[in-house]
């Protein structure tokens, strides 16, 4: 078993991107790819077959869609793509999900719920007060973490923060299986 993990995630931003049908999402890929390249920890789909094939954002596109890929979860994809933030946390288990939280809490929403066609819950939408109660579990723990840093917590209190002050953003968090 790994470790469990959190990111910072723009959720709006991938709401958009989930709304979005085939053209404006290729005109959107269009205006945005230069930013899904620079993304240092980002394997999109995109701009793998662009480096392949050599082509515009529209032939990846038409490339993808003429193979296995739907439509739907390619655009799943470009939004996990844009959402997730390069960042990474990795959590000690007195701030992860099995010790902080007895199932998912209230206002949390799976990766089932949010993205379709999923099969397997990868990751669950985080508010501000959610963090908060890891963030808690984590201080009454401190000599005890083996993963985390104190500078770890204090970026994850940067995150909730964030996520309390601006409705864009949530924490994603991340099971390790």
């Not at 053209?23 to 620079?38: G, M, R, S």
């Not at 439509?71 to 470009?78: E, P, S, V």
């Not at 999900?97 to 949010?114: M, N």
Request: hydrophobic letters at 40%; glycine letters at 4%.
């Amino acid at each position: 078993m790994g470790t469990d993990s959190v990111k910072l995630f723009n959720k709006a931003l991938a709401d958009q991107i989930l709304a979005l049908e085939q053209a404006p999402l290729v005109h959107f890929l269009e205006e945005n790819i230069n930013t899904l390249k620079q993304k240092a920890f980002t394997i999109s789909l995109i701009v793998f077959e662009m480096k392949e094939s050599g082509g515009s954002v529209s032939d990846a596109v038409e490339s993808l869609l003429s193979g296995e890929q739907t439509f739907t979860n390619l655009r799943a994809d470009i939004a996990q793509d844009f959402g997730f933030e390069d960042e990474e946390i990795y959590l000690d288990y007195w701030g992860c999900y099995s010790h902080v939280f007895s199932g998912h809490p209230e206002g949390s929403i799976s990766s089932l719920d949010y993205l379709p066609n999923q099969v397997e819950e990868i990751f669950l939408l985080l508010r501000a007060e959610h963090v908060d109660q890891m963030v808690k579990s984590l201080h009454e723990h401190a000599d005890d973490l083996k993963v985390m840093k104190a500078s770890d917590i204090e970026r994850l209190e940067e995150w909730r923060d964030l996520c309390a002050a601006d409705p864009r953003y949530i924490v994603a968090y991340h099971f390790d299986f």
